[in-house]
């Protein structure tokens, strides 16, 4: 692997939370030519300006919840079509394996996972709760997504999977930005 | 000859049975996924019974694998769902919800569903 395609974590002065996977830079020191860095995604880094960041390369490691939710999803792949005898359609492996790597990186943000379950499409869901904030994000066996985001038991957001958004949710729900 | 349909009324409550055996629609804490409310691809309507015109042991099927959650009519009407008595020959409760056509629908079901303590 070469030294840009390292995972590190950032240790900078932005104060803004960093993920290993979503941020991608040469380890060691490197004058950043940014003033604000945000958390969506690789080559995020806008402004003018130099910032001195430091990094260092971080194993991360699942929490427990996420590590059980991911080797219960792994087991989808072993199901069988009508599963449920209802003439159920097995989830595919590119279902599985989208729904791991979204599982995978939503858990570098401690996002509350909760449940995860195949439905009768080959489609699978996963879960997220804390209190009365609860997240569904569907993988379906099409390729397509969708998240629907819930305050106190009301849908609040319906439309296209974002981990910034479901960061928003869970640590910020008052600023997410919530349109059905 | 076809059996008589009846009107369902807004306080009429419709059983679902959810798969309970491994991997579950169920949860732990006896809460339903929205899957169990969600069409599969060759089905029109979703299939419920209506309460009055059965009994738990009739509509859960395999005791072992289902368990049986309810919603009333007016839940499901309450987001422009509609839903209608399709008596069959083993089965006069049965009705089916209709015109779920995403995942939203599905979830609110399965957020309005209760749980049927049945089996005791």
């Given at each position: 692997?070469?030294?840009?395609a390292?995972?590190?974590k950032?240790k900078?002065?932005?104060g803004l939370?960093?993920s290993t996977?979503?941020l ?6 490197y004058?950043f030519?940014i003033?604000?860095a945000?958390?969506?995604?690789r080559?995020n880094?806008?402004?003018h300006?130099s ?8 194993f991360?490691?699942l929490s427990p ?7 219960k999803?792994?087991s989808?792949?072993?199901l ?5 005898n209802?003439n159920s359609i097995?989830?595919?492996?590119t279902?599985v394996d ?7 990186e ?6 509350p996972?909760?449940?995860t379950?195949?439905g ?6 996963l879960?997220?709760?804390s209190g009365s904030?609860?997240?569904?994000v569907f993988?379906?066996n099409?390729?397509s997504?969708e998240m629907?985001?819930?305050?106190d038991?009301?849908?609040v957001?319906?439309?296209?999977p974002?981990?910034?958004l479901l960061?928003d949710h869970?640590?910020?729900?008052a600023?997410?930005?919530h349109v059905? | 000859m076809s059996a008589?349909k009846?009107?369902?009324l ?7 049975k959810a ?11 006896m809460?339903v996924t929205s ?12 299939s419920v019974?209506i309460?009055?015109?059965t009994?738990y ?6 005791i072992e ?6 919603v009333t009519?007016?839940?499901?009407r ?15 409760a049965h ?11 599905s979830?609110f ?5 209760k ?6």
């Open positions: 692997m070469s030294a840009l390292q995972r590190t950032i900078g002065e932005i939370p960093a996977t979503s991608t830079c040469i380890p060691d020191e004058d030519p003033v604000a945000g958390i969506l995604g080559g880094f806008i402004g300006g910032i001195r960041l430091q990094t260092q390369q971080v991360p490691d919840r996420a590590k059980e939710v991911l080797f999803v792994y989808f792949v072993r069988s079509n009508n599963w449920d209802n097995a989830p595919n492996q279902t989208a729904t791991a790597t979204f599982l995978k939503s858990d570098e943000y401690d996002l996972i909760y449940f379950a195949p009768p499409n080959g489609e699978i869901v879960e997220y709760k904030l609860e997240a569904e993988f379906e099409d390729g997504t629907i985001l819930y305050i038991g009301q849908q957001y319906t439309g296209i974002s981990l910034h960061l869970f640590i910020s729900p600023k997410a930005i059905c | 008589e009846i009107e369902i807004n306080s009429d409550r419709l059983l679902r798969w309970f055996t491994n991997p579950s629609y169920v949860r732990e804490d809460t899957f169990a409310f969600k069409l599969r691809k060759d089905e029109t309507g979703l019974d309460e009055r015109l009994t042991d009739k509509s859960i099927g395999d694998r289902n368990r049986l959650f309810v009519a007016e839940v499901v309450s987001i422009g769902l509609e839903c209608e008595h399709m008596p069959l020959a083993d089965n006069y009705a089916e919800i209709l015109n779920i056509s995403k995942n939203s629908h979830s079901l399965a957020k309005n569903a749980y049927v303590y049945f089996p005791v």
